[in-house]
């Protein structure tokens, strides 16, 4: 399992990168594509859509399994990666690179401090699936 000190993170396994202008790039941890397997479908916002803090914005689909896909912060989509709706194995390959799902402009840079490091992360894994 590779998780990126460089990073955020939330509960719900969705990785978060602050790019510059106020916008992040958002995508599936690896633990988490780990977990669900082969992707075999994505469901994305469109460029425009508005995503809120703890709302589905998307979902993906491994064998007959669909997992909503939860926001972990607020703002309007500015970019939406096609490639992974194409071929949603690029999260499963690539899921910090190539496999990025969707960038959006933040509603406030605030919602940042709510996010875990990738320490803290790794320690809410290590405590909620794999406890001694």
Not at 63 to 82: H, Q, T
Not at 122 to 129: A, D, P, R, S, V
Request: net charge negative; with cysteine; aromatic share 10%.
């Amino acid at each position: 399992m590779l998780v990126l000190d460089e990073l955020q993170y939330s509960e719900e396994h969705i990785w978060v990168r602050f790019e510059e202008n106020h916008t992040v790039t958002l995508g599936i941890t690896d633990f988490a594509q780990l977990q669900l397997g082969k992707l075999n479908y994505v469901l994305l916002p469109n460029e425009g859509d508005e995503i809120v803090i703890n709302e589905a914005f998307g979902c993906v689909e491994c064998g007959r399994l669909v997992n909503d896909l939860y926001a972990p912060v607020c703002g309007r989509v500015v970019s939406v990666n096609r490639e992974v709706i194409d071929d949603p194995t690029l999260i499963n390959y690539s899921p910090y690179a190539e496999g990025w799902i969707i960038r959006a402009k933040l509603s406030s840079l605030d919602e940042l401090d709510m996010l875990m490091s990738s320490d803290d992360y790794e320690e809410y894994i290590l405590t909620n699936y794999f406890p001694s």
